[in-house]
């Protein structure tokens, strides 16, 4: 469920996260961003689009691409990543796993307690390791139903 505060806390927040990532704010990029702070359903880039559209008429999906690989190169987005599905997207920055329904595909937020332990790579330093990303999959609540 969507904390309505913590959400506007988020929104409120972008501009401040714009000039630390030295970027400007523009409308394009409020919109995109204020979407996905909206929500918990980690929607596609064509979701997305549909959904800023309503405000901005004359964004192009093109636009929508771009603000949203911008947003996620500069750390104010998360893209996650699912094997077989398009890319979805996420406000939500600070640690948390993805749990992925390998039946349905949706997508819940799942609590970290910790970030995992990054490895430094391998010991002749030939990868450093920069991030990791946690995907768990299985079964959500109404694919396992037993009526689903």
Partial sequence: MIDLEKTQRRIDRFPALCRRAGLKVTPQRSAVYAMLASTDTHPSPD???SSVREGL??????????VLDLLTE???????ATPGQVAR???????????????C????????EAAPPVPRGDPDGGFDVHKVDVVLQGLCHKCRAPDA
């Fill in 47 to 49: 979701t997305i689009f």
């Fill in 57 to 66: 008429p004359n964004i192009s999906q093109g636009t929508v691409y771009k």
């Fill in 74 to 80: 500069r750390g104010l987005l998360v893209k996650v």
């Fill in 89 to 103: 997207y996420d406000a939500r920055t600070e640690p948390h796993y993805h749990a992925v329904c390998i039946r």
């Fill in 105 to 112: 595909g949706g997508i819940e937020d799942v609590q970290a």
